[in-house]
């Protein structure tokens, strides 16, 4: 099983990126998909996270209202939209999978990708 991020970059504050998380070797529909940061010196922290049936999502207080997550069926994608960009959102984004019905803890997540970076110019 392979996870792969993509989509990281350089944004302005008040911009937009959307990242992508590819899978081999999994289908993102018999998985809760989870976003996850980490910047410097900091925890890697939960973002939000999309359930394997697809009937809802979770978003951290931090970037609820300005992020999405999206799923693909067809494509085996899941995509976080993230709009109004803020400097604080400056993190390497990581995508992660797990069978199982899962929120934001990290442990519960079996299969991560490699990261993106995201950073955002005031």
């Known amino acids: 099983v392979q996870l792969q991020a993509s989509g990281g970059g350089l944004a302005q504050a008040g911009g937009s990126l959307r990242l992508s998380c590819a899978a081999s070797?999994?289908?993102?529909?018999?998985?809760?998909v989870g976003w996850f940061r980490q910047a410097p010196g900091k925890e890697r922290e939960f973002v939000g996270r999309?359930?394997?049936?697809?009937?809802?999502?979770r978003y951290a207080d931090s970037v609820r209202g300005r992020f999405t997550i999206s799923r693909d069926n067809a494509k085996n994608m899941v995509y976080l939209q993230m709009n109004s960009l803020k400097p604080e959102d400056t993190a390497v984004y990581y995508c992660?999978?797990?069978?199982?019905?899962?929120?934001?803890?990290?442990?519960?997540?079996?299969?991560w990708g490699q990261g993106t970076q995201v950073t955002v110019s005031s």
């Open positions: 999309f359930r394997r049936d697809g009937r809802g999502t």
């Open positions: 992660a999978a797990s069978p199982r019905y899962v929120n934001d803890e990290i442990s519960q997540y079996d299969h």
């Open positions: 070797g999994l289908m993102f529909t018999d998985n809760t």
